[in-house]
């Protein structure tokens, strides 16, 4: 079993930064995309289908972004693939979401396969931007 645990959330003033980590335990996984997910208040009932991609990265350091954050933040892991990380700059209010991480085995060609691709997800960790 794989488990996958966000933390580095909390409450920030628009302009701030934060620095999400994602830590993988139990079995060596060896996942050839892992990425950033986040879902909007309210949309918690729609479990995949309501996260907005965010960032991905694959196993050979190639890395994806939605337009809404390119240039803001930045996915990075640990060399041993164990940890993953979201910096995120100049963060906006409408960053104010529950931010998810997961893994699977490929990133898709779109955001919506590529979520439903994943195959290991966290619990969330909440961030809130406030104006």
């Known amino acids: 079993q794989v488990h996958l645990v966000e933390s580095g959330g909390g409450l920030v003033q628009a302009g701030s930064s934060l620095r999400l980590s994602c830590v993988f335990s139990g079995y060596t996984y060896n996942w050839g995309c892992a990425g950033w997910f986040r879902q909007a208040p309210g949309k918690e009932r729609e479990e995949v289908a309501g996260r907005e991609g965010v960032a991905v990265i694959d196993s050979a350091g190639g890395t994806a972004y939605a337009d809404s954050v390119k240039g803001r933040f930045t996915i990075s892991s640990d060399d041993a693939k164990n940890i993953l990380y979201l910096q995120m700059n100049n963060l906006k209010p409408e960053d104010t979401a529950m931010y998810y991480c997961?893994?699977?085995?490929?990133?898709?060609?779109?955001?919506?396969?590529?979520?439903?691709?994943?195959?290991?997800w966290g619990k969330g960790t909440l961030v809130t931007i406030s104006s």
């Open positions: 997961a893994a699977g085995q490929g990133c898709a060609g779109n955001w919506y396969q590529t979520a439903y691709g994943m195959a290991h």
